[in-house]
């Protein structure tokens, strides 16, 4: 078909190629091994026609038809071999085609590859099935008729590609016929003009030996209705897809405005800024609306298997996820599963991604059988697949042992001694993942008692991390001097070095987080803990008020009431005043605690309440707008 869009209005395309009359002699006489190439893998790829099209419109200029084209590059180039086109192209650029070219000799050439290049850029190595490329035509030299042989491959070539077996549309469907011309008008004249009886051929005698196969087959009349239908079926597609595409861009413009949001409610929270905060939850809640209702459209639209929907579907479980509504994205977490497995297989990658994200949700949701048993299942299916020293399968063990409640410790350690085994063996003893594997076992059998071993694995890791550069990861190397503390401090024995290991990482922590951060004042608070508990008085307010001076310095929320960290400290303080019998600080603190938290409920409550309904104005104005629209 032509078209009547110009060069201007294309994307750039592929570079010209070289023609093959340019070419070396004895590069086309070797490129001709191709003459037994089937009629029916002759396509040439998108991108080599473009380029092509630039050095026909070199020799011929812009206005040649596909006649003058035929007449003047294919039959010159071609005569001297009595050869097809392609069989001067290099390999690549020749294959079974997906597209077969209906189209007019006597429009614009131009034009017909144009509307090929505006459907089909997005696809550059796609190959189309073209008249004056895949039959000799040097065969018209002599005004001869078009050969037996060729005629009869057309039958072949329209059936082996389905996205042009108009004679079969019927019973095929019209799934790929797809609609070239760009002009809106030419569609509307082209519709009107479909007949099979007025098809033109460079010979009459073909013509009439076509149409009358096409009349004792299928039928001009039903031919002829079987295009128009196509037609229809292919507009309607392709304004479907058109549709899909603008509501993918719609889906992740939002998950990225989710996301934002997201940040901006921790960072304004974390500044005091509660009113903007509040803000920012509002707008998460309402991209949350729209992205459920996307993916109702997506499902309804291109069904819950197609894999767009799959994936929407994973992104907005996902967000939903971030907003702690873990049931409902577990919901759709399920649906995910259900889909990969049947589409994919139990053991594809995508079904074991979908199967590890379900079950950290359901151990999220404190669902710890479940999600251990889909863990188990995980393993078992990654050790078989990944194979059983698989980084993949190993993560998964760590993960499993990890969600062994208090009542399965000794499975757990099983399960961490062989994980330290593999990795030992696979990463080495001194790997950072060996030694977190190492730290992860010195905890479990710290909580089954086992405090010597524990204690003596906790320091194998502290000297290996000593040896070399500073740990990759310091927080983990914190909590693992904090772990030794916290058993030496449980011990009762070794007090000032435990004291040294927590002042080491609280250090730390300030040089990495800063000296307001929480978790440098949890461990500042931590370790005046444990000092109140072995009786160090006296060191243990002196960290006490450094906390609550960290405290008190933070902005206070716009709300103007004292933070809850602020209230904690000044109670903790108030403890050790009473064991020192500093009755009266001790006293007045304490009246301040009672008060503040008082006031603070009340105006959690408030906040809750303000919310709720917040949330239910927005869900009521959103449905008023969906009905309305």
């Given at each position: 078909?032509?078209?009547?869009?110009?060069?201007?209005?294309?994307?750039?395309?592929?570079?010209?190629?070289?023609?093959?009359?340019?070419?070396?002699?004895?590069?086309?006489?070797?490129?001709?091994?191709?003459?037994?190439?089937?009629?029916?893998?002759?396509?040439?790829?998108?991108?080599?026609?473009?380029?092509?099209?630039?050095?026909?419109?070199?020799?011929?200029?812009?206005?040649?038809?596909?006649?003058?084209?035929?007449?003047?590059?294919?039959?010159?180039?071609?005569?001297?071999?009595?050869?097809?086109?392609?069989?001067?192209?290099?390999?690549?650029?020749?294959?079974?085609?997906?597209?077969?070219?209906?189209?007019?000799?006597?429009?614009?050439?131009?034009?017909?590859?144009?509307?090929?290049?505006?459907?089909?850029?997005?696809?550059?190595?796609?190959?189309?099935?073209?008249?004056?490329?895949?039959?000799?035509?040097?065969?018209?030299?002599?005004?001869?008729?078009?050969?037996?042989?060729?005629?009869?491959?057309?039958?072949?070539?329209?059936?082996?590609?389905?996205?042009?077996?108009?004679?079969?549309?019927?019973?095929?469907?019209?799934?790929?016929?797809?609609?070239?011309?760009?002009?809106?008008?030419?569609?509307?004249?082209?519709?009107?003009?479909?007949?099979?009886?007025?098809?033109?051929?460079?010979?009459?005698?073909?013509?009439?030996?076509?149409?009358?196969?096409?009349?004792?087959?299928?039928?001009?009349?039903?031919?002829?209705?079987?295009?128009?239908?196509?037609?229809?079926?292919?507009?309607?597609?392709?304004?479907?897809?058109?549709?899909?595409?603008?509501?993918?861009?719609?889906?992740?413009?939002?998950?990225?405005?989710?996301?934002?949001?997201?940040?901006a409610v921790i960072v304004a929270e974390a500044a005091g800024a509660h009113e903007k905060a509040r803000a920012h939850r509002a707008a998460r809640r309402k991209l949350r609306r729209v992205l459920l209702k996307l993916l109702e459209q997506q499902s309804s639209q291109q069904g819950p298997e197609h894999p767009d929907t799959l994936t929407l579907m994973a992104d907005v479980a996902w967000m939903l996820n971030g907003q702690m509504k873990y049931k409902e994205a577990e919901g759709l977490q399920r649906q995910i599963l259900e889909q990969k497995s049947r589409l994919q297989g139990t053991e594809h990658p995508d079904t074991l991604d979908i199967m590890e994200i379900l079950a950290d949700n359901l151990y999220g949701q404190s669902k710890m059988g479940e999600a251990e048993s889909l863990q188990r299942q995980l393993l078992e299916r990654k050790s078989k697949v990944l194979g059983p020293e698989h980084p993949g399968t190993l993560n998964s063990m760590a993960t499993l042992a990890s969600m062994m409640d208090t009542r399965r410790l000794d499975e757990a350690e099983g399960l961490q001694r062989q994980l330290l085994e593999r990795k030992s063996k696979v990463l080495g003893p001194e790997h950072p993942g060996t030694l977190n594997s190492m730290a992860d076992l010195a905890s479990t059998l710290s909580a089954l008692g086992k405090l010597d071993e524990a204690e003596g694995l906790l320091r194998q890791v502290l000297e290996q991390q000593s040896k070399g550069p500073e740990h990759p990861d310091m927080i983990s190397a914190i909590c693992v001097r904090q772990e030794l503390a916290r058993i030496l401090f449980e011990q009762g024995k070794l007090l000032d070095e435990a004291e040294g290991l927590e002042r080491h990482a609280i250090e730390q922590r300030s040089r990495l987080q800063g000296p307001e951060h929480p978790g440098t004042l949890r461990s500042m608070a931590d370790l005046a803990s444990k000092l109140f508990g072995v009786g160090k008085l006296d060191k243990a307010e002196g960290l006490q008020r450094q906390v609550l001076e960290l405290e008190r310095g933070k902005k206070k929320p716009e709300s103007g009431r004292e933070r809850p960290g602020t209230v904690d400290a000044m109670d903790n303080l108030a403890a050790t005043l009473r064991k020192q019998g500093k009755l009266a600080e001790a006293e007045d603190l304490e009246q301040q605690v009672l008060e503040l938290r008082a006031s603070n409920d009340d105006d959690d409550d408030d906040d809750d309440d303000n919310e709720e309904e917040e949330e239910e104005e927005e869900e009521d104005h959103d449905n008023e707008s969906g009905q309305a629209s």
């Open positions: 078909m032509g078209g009547s869009c110009s060069r201007a209005t294309l994307l750039q395309g592929p570079q010209p190629a070289q023609s093959p009359a340019k070419q070396a002699p004895e590069q086309q006489q070797r490129e001709l091994i191709k003459k037994d190439l089937s009629v029916e893998d002759c396509g040439v790829s998108v991108s080599w026609l473009y380029s092509w099209a630039s050095s026909v419109e070199e020799r011929l200029g812009p206005d040649a038809t596909t006649a003058d084209v035929c007449a003047k590059v294919v039959i010159p180039d071609t005569v001297a071999h009595k050869c097809r086109y392609v069989d001067l192209l290099e390999v690549d650029h020749v294959g079974t085609p997906q597209y077969f070219l209906s189209h007019t000799w006597s429009y614009r050439f131009q034009d017909l590859v144009d509307s090929v290049w505006h459907r089909l850029q997005s696809s550059p190595h796609a190959r189309v099935w073209l008249d004056i490329c895949a039959i000799n035509q040097t065969k018209y030299e002599d005004k001869g008729e078009l050969e037996t042989d060729d005629i009869s491959h057309l039958q072949s070539v329209v059936s082996k590609v389905p996205l042009r077996d108009l004679a079969q549309v019927k019973a095929k469907g019209a799934a790929g016929l797809h609609i070239l011309v760009v002009n809106k008008k030419d569609i509307g004249e082209l519709f009107g003009e479909v007949d099979v009886r007025k098809a033109q051929a460079s010979l009459e005698s073909d013509r009439v030996r076509i149409l009358a196969e096409i009349e004792a087959d299928v039928g001009h009349k039903q031919l002829s209705l079987s295009i128009k239908e196509a037609l229809v079926s292919s507009a309607d597609r392709e304004a479907t897809e058109a549709l899909a595409k603008m509501r993918q861009a719609y889906a992740e413009a939002a998950l990225a405005a989710e996301d934002a949001c997201a940040n």
